[in-house]
């Protein structure tokens, strides 16, 4: 069962995905069989953007992390993936939850997906420059105790969507919902801010058992 972190700042600790600790490019993760006794009781996540789909028999997307690295996932499930092809689109963002290099028999680094990964399998319908731009300001403070259109202090009515992002007034929050900056108006941000808070709503630091999307 998982619990919900202790939040200061309406965000959990560890919840920065520029915390390489907890959200490691591809080369960081470990390797199957291969543990330190600190490792088996640590939360960690991969996160990647889908760049290609290569499918053949089976699903099988390229994606590409943080640092550059593409690498490849194939998916050896029952349905040889079919239940995620239509989420695996390109640039869309790929999260696993604690996952493992894999390296497979043609020379090629990636994961092999198998039916014990789904509950930590999740993708985005989000580009992960789009995510991560959206987590700096989160983590930097950008959306406290200010209007999010016209930068009024002290107000606290927020967007019942995504529960983070302030306004003065329903005029300054209708026109914030396609207005040109940020990228898409609020309406593209309180997308992604939902999607965030799967993120920030737990305690990294602390493990007490593994977290699941499913």
Known sequence: MQSLA???NNLGPQSNLRNHLRFRPYFSLPFPGYWREDEMRQHWCFIGEIVQDVSLVRLSVNVRDVEGNELLV???????GESFRARCMRGSTFVLLYAKQYNFVFGEH??????????????FDIPLESLLRIN??????????????????GVSARCSGCSTVLYCGKRCQVSA???????????EECK?????????????????GKFRFA
Do not use: M
């Open 136 to 153: 700096d300001k989160l983590h930097a403070g950008a959306y406290a105790d200010q209007c999010g259109l016209c930068g009024k202090q």
């Open 192 to 208: 992604i801010l939902r999607a965030l808070v799967w993120f920030t709503q737990r305690d990294w630091s602390t493990f007490n």
């Open 6 to 8: 202790p939040r200061e």
């Open 110 to 123: 990636g994961f092999r997906i198998e039916e014990e990964h789904l509950p930590f399998l999740k993708v």
């Open 74 to 80: 194939a998916f050896h499930t029952n349905d040889r």
């Open 177 to 187: 919902w396609k207005a040109a900056v940020p990228p898409g108006g609020h309406k």
